[in-house]
């Protein structure tokens, strides 16, 4: 049986949760023979490479160390390297229901020209496959998200791969969305390539961390508008003063950055306050990306 299919995951420092994601490709309906998994790891520095090397026995897989560059050109680099004809895109968090990858080789081969986007559940719980069940927030509406998507090789080549000017956090799966959409690609859903996000809590030890992610988005977001001028980018990146006015409005005093702020988070979240807690990291995480944008703005102006 022909190789079809390569499976393509960037990854930085997610040794166990990427363990987890991989147990679940290796436990799919169809052949082995039929699908590779490559691993392209940008530059992590937390043990993964002995973990892929305990686990290169359990099930089609290839993997590849690279200084770090960003998921753009790790994804790029994974691209170049695939032999399967249909490549899907997950994250290094997704872990994937027993028949995932047959679900994107059947879309795939029924139809021409299109990209695949497959189901991606956000959960919490540590036996997704079982438990996790779908909810109105699970729904995405992008054209291609490479949280859970497939496309044929010869559409990203002739799209022209990731733009690795993306080096940091966010966007530049959207962008090359509109480089496929200009060349006629259309997608389709399909809700049985079900891929589950583990997600936790955010801790207030972690809210450093998610900030600092944030800003990388709001840089890249700079990127992806003046790579994609239209109204529509602008409105998705929040590249509009109306998004200006209203996180100068949220963060009057520049409350969200001050050092209580984790205090009544840590608050919140050992109470079950969550609603509020909530709140409070939606504007934080918000302002942080503002603030990227910003940023970015200041060193081309």
Same mark, same amino acid.
């Given at each position: 049986?022909?190789?079809?299919?390569?499976?393509?995951?960037?990854?930085?420092?997610?040794?166990?949760?990427?363990?987890?994601?991989?147990?679940?490709?290796?436990?799919?309906?169809?052949?082995?023979?039929?699908?590779?998994?490559?691993?392209?790891?940008?530059?992590?520095?937390?043990?993964?490479?002995?973990?892929?090397?305990?686990?290169?026995?359990?099930?089609?897989?290839?993997?590849?160390?690279?200084?770090?560059?960003?998921?753009?050109?790790?994804?790029?680099?994974?691209?170049?390297?695939?032999?399967?004809?249909?490549?899907?895109?997950?994250?290094?968090?997704?872990?994937?229901?027993?028949?995932?990858?047959?679900?994107?080789?059947?879309?795939?081969?029924?139809?021409?020209?299109?990209?695949?986007?497959?189901?991606?559940?956000?959960?919490?719980?540590?036996?997704?496959?079982?438990?996790?069940?779908?909810?109105?927030?699970?729904?995405?509406?992008?054209?291609?998200?490479?949280?859970? @998507?497939?496309?044929?090789?010869? !559409?990203?080549?002739?799209?022209? *791969?990731? %733009?690795?000017?993306? =080096?940091?956090? /966010? $966007?530049?799966?959207?962008?090359?969305?509109?480089?496929l959409k200009k060349i006629g690609l259309?997608?389709?859903?399909?809700?049985?390539?079900?891929?589950?996000?583990?997600?936790?809590?955010?801790?207030?030890?972690?809210?450093?961390?998610?900030?600092?992610?944030?800003?990388?988005?709001?840089?890249?977001?700079?990127?992806?508008?003046?790579?994609?001028?239209?109204?529509? @980018?602008?409105?998705?990146?929040? !590249?509009?003063?109306?998004?200006? *006015?209203? %996180?100068?409005?949220? =963060?009057?005093? /520049? $409350?969200?950055?001050?050092?209580?702020?984790?205090?009544?988070?840590?608050?919140?979240?050992?109470?079950?306050?969550?609603?509020?807690?909530?709140?409070?990291?939606?504007?934080?995480?918000?302002?942080?990306?503002?603030?990227?944008?910003?940023?970015?703005?200041?060193?081309?102006s």
């Amino acid at each position: 049986m022909n190789l079809q299919v390569s499976v393509i995951i960037p990854t930085y420092n997610r040794k166990k949760i990427l363990e987890q994601a991989l147990s679940s490709l290796f436990d799919q309906s169809c052949s082995s023979e039929t699908y590779e998994v490559i691993v392209v790891d940008d530059g992590s520095t937390d043990g993964t490479a002995r973990m892929i090397k305990s686990l290169s026995s359990a099930g089609p897989l290839r993997y590849f160390w690279k200084n770090k560059e960003g998921p753009a050109a790790a994804r790029n680099y994974g691209i170049t390297r695939a032999k399967g004809e249909i490549i899907i895109f997950i994250d290094s968090d997704l872990v994937v229901s027993h028949r995932f990858v047959e679900e994107h080789i059947a879309s795939q081969g029924n139809h021409s020209g299109i990209i695949v986007r497959g189901l991606v559940i956000n959960t919490d719980n540590p036996d997704p496959r079982v438990q996790a069940r779908v909810k109105l927030s699970d729904i995405s509406a992008a054209f291609f998200a490479t949280g859970n @998507v497939s496309v044929k090789k010869k !559409f990203l080549v002739q799209a022209g *791969l990731f %733009d690795t000017d993306f =080096n940091e956090y /966010g $966007w530049e799966d959207l962008e090359l969305g509109e480089r496929l959409k200009k060349i006629g690609l259309r997608v389709m859903t399909n809700k049985r390539a079900v891929g589950y996000h583990l997600r936790k809590r955010v801790t207030p030890a972690q809210l450093p961390r998610v900030c600092a992610r944030e800003k990388e988005r709001g840089r890249m977001a700079v990127i992806f508008y003046r790579k994609q001028p239209t109204f529509k @980018v602008k409105l998705m990146t929040h !590249f509009h003063p109306l998004f200006f *006015l209203m %996180d100068n409005l949220l =963060n009057l005093g /520049g $409350w969200s950055e001050k050092k209580g702020i984790r205090k009544l988070f840590s608050y919140l979240e050992r109470n079950n306050h969550h609603f509020l807690s909530d709140i409070i990291l939606g504007i934080i995480s918000h302002h942080a990306y503002m603030q990227g944008i910003r940023e970015a703005l200041e060193r081309v102006s």
